[in-house]
């Protein structure tokens, strides 16, 4: 290959890379619970918050146990708290994504949630979201909120929740890189192809 065609390939390479893309209005939240801290059947180890806040597209996965996994009847809670939006109203600071209920025959280790809240275009990167009312507070009109799975159900008292009604219960939103489609690499290869198809002929 040529070191003109070299470098056009690796132009594009760098253009095209999803690991180098980065979309300012893709974030990212992160959550970690241990693992045997459950008192219902699911053990719940953490989830992972993508969301887009030009538009509050998110998609949330949360993750459990191998040895306890998402199975039989759960419901899944969540209620987040964002002060640092400017406001401690609800709207925005408090989101709500709840009554999330399953009934699995199979046991998974994964579920994905995903939907449009509207809030999360005021929500920005570092900016502190709490999981329990402990460390930052409650928004208007709620005494007291936590996260995260229920098992079995109905209710009775059994339950993974994310933190520990400490200080610490809190995150920060980070900026995400996300990959662009899958095309774009194969856009990349086909370019590769194409330049070292033309070196040959030369």
Avoid: C, H
């Avoid at 900016?127 to 507070?137: C, H, I």
């Avoid at 209710?155 to 520990?164: K, R, V, W």
């Amino acid at each position: 290959m040529s070191s003109k065609l070299r470098a056009a390939f690796l132009s594009a390479a760098f253009l095209l890379s999803p690991a180098l893309r980065v979309d300012a209005a893709a974030l990212m939240l992160s959550i970690s619970d241990p693992v045997g801290d459950s008192t219902g059947v699911v053990d719940a180890t953490g989830l992972t918050m993508w969301f887009d806040n030009t538009t509050g597209d998110y998609t949330i996965k949360l993750t459990a146990d191998a040895a306890n996994p998402f199975i039989g009847t759960f419901r899944i809670n969540l209620n987040l708290f964002n002060p640092d939006t400017g406001s401690v109203a609800q709207d925005p600071s408090y989101f709500v994504d709840t009554m999330n209920d399953y009934d699995l025959a199979s046991p998974v280790t994964e579920i994905i949630l995903t939907g449009t809240n509207t809030r999360l275009i005021s929500w920005g990167a570092g900016d502190r979201v709490a999981y329990t009312s402990t460390p930052l507070g409650n928004p208007t009109g709620i005494a007291l909120f936590r996260s995260g799975v229920w098992s079995p159900l109905p209710l009775a008292g059994t339950e993974d929740m994310f933190g520990t009604w400490s200080e610490g219960d809190y995150s920060v939103i980070a900026a995400n890189p996300m990959p662009e489609p899958g095309s774009l690499g194969l856009l990349a290869g086909g370019l590769f192809a194409l330049f070292s198809l033309r070196a040959r002929r030369k």
